[in-house]
């Protein structure tokens, strides 16, 4: 059932109902003149618009597959679920809104073959977002290179490319708050990035919040290190002492300029407490965000649902 020589296109969609045509349009020539056994499989994350008729049409394609999942999961479990169903040796994830050009997979696949490869990241040339969306990437990305070790460039871009025993050591992992690229990199023994283009979103904009952008980053992170705990525990001793000194400095300007000077002293120390406080909550808040993430992993509710298959391979419907 496994095909080694195939490559495996994973896509997940999200009201991408604009662009879906325009990206079908340019990878069918692209797959076609590698001269491989492929498949594309698209994901639909629950979309509210069009996307899905759009997609159930590119199912009559024999090498088109469509999975409907029951509801938005967002766009690392609809990779997973698309994964689940790859066949090819490498597979490929990429953006559905034209973000990462389809003319760049052969090269990734070319650079994967030639070296060897587990894993080939991407580094985008001119990344084609606004300032919102690339400086907290920015700072994600130097984040993530320190904790995880791995020194990729760019962690963002999802057009990589991986081999099957990758895929399948992540699916394995059953991780329900995880990034992708992060996982992979984690299992791959060896590792490469290659730069590839980047464009404008075809049409809408980005579908992820500020709220989301956050939660992903913190996934990238919490899900690979215990680094955020430390450095709590680390600022927590600096901010001990920093008390103490401070107290010892106190207690010595009382004793030299009398009690009429500490008593203008109360509101440094209100707003010394008040840093304490805040400094409390912040530690509470990231503990928290922890044990949110243990609640979820325990409670092991499936990452993502498959309502339907579509495929012109008769076999493939009736499952
Ligand atoms: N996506 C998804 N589920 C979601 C959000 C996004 O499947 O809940 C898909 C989306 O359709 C696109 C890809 O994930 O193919 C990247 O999303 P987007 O372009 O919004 O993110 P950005 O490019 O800003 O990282
Ligand atoms: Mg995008």
Known sequence: MDKENMISLVIPVYNEEASLPHLMERLRPVMKDMGKEYEIIFIDDGSSDKSL?????????????????????????????????????????????????????????????????????????????????????????????????????????????????????????????TFIPALATYFAKHVTEVEVSHEERYAGSSHYSMRKLINLQFDLVSSFSDFPLKLIMYAGIGMAFLGISLGFVLGIARLVYGAAWAAEGVFTLFAILFAFIGFQFFALGVTGEYIGRIYKEVRRRPEYVIDRIYSSDVEENIR
């Open 53 to 177: 008729s759009i997609l159930k049409g590119f199912a009559a394609h024999p090498h088109v597959k469509v999975l409907e999942l029951t509801k938005n999961y967002g766009q690392h479990a609809a990779i997973f679920s698309g994964f689940s169903v790859a066949k090819g040796g490498i597979i490929v994830t990429m953006d559905a809104d034209l973000q990462n050009p389809p003319e760049e997979i052969p090269k990734l696949v070319k650079v994967m073959e030639e070296g060897n490869y587990d894993v080939v990241g991407t580094i985008r040339k001119e990344r084609k977002d606004s300032v919102f969306r690339t400086f907290p990437s920015r700072i994600v990305n130097a984040i993530a290179r320190r904790i995880t070790g791995v020194r990729m460039t760019d962690w963002g871009c999802m057009l990589r490319a991986y081999r099957r025993s990758i895929v399948q050591h992540m699916i394995k992992s059953h991780e329900q708050s």
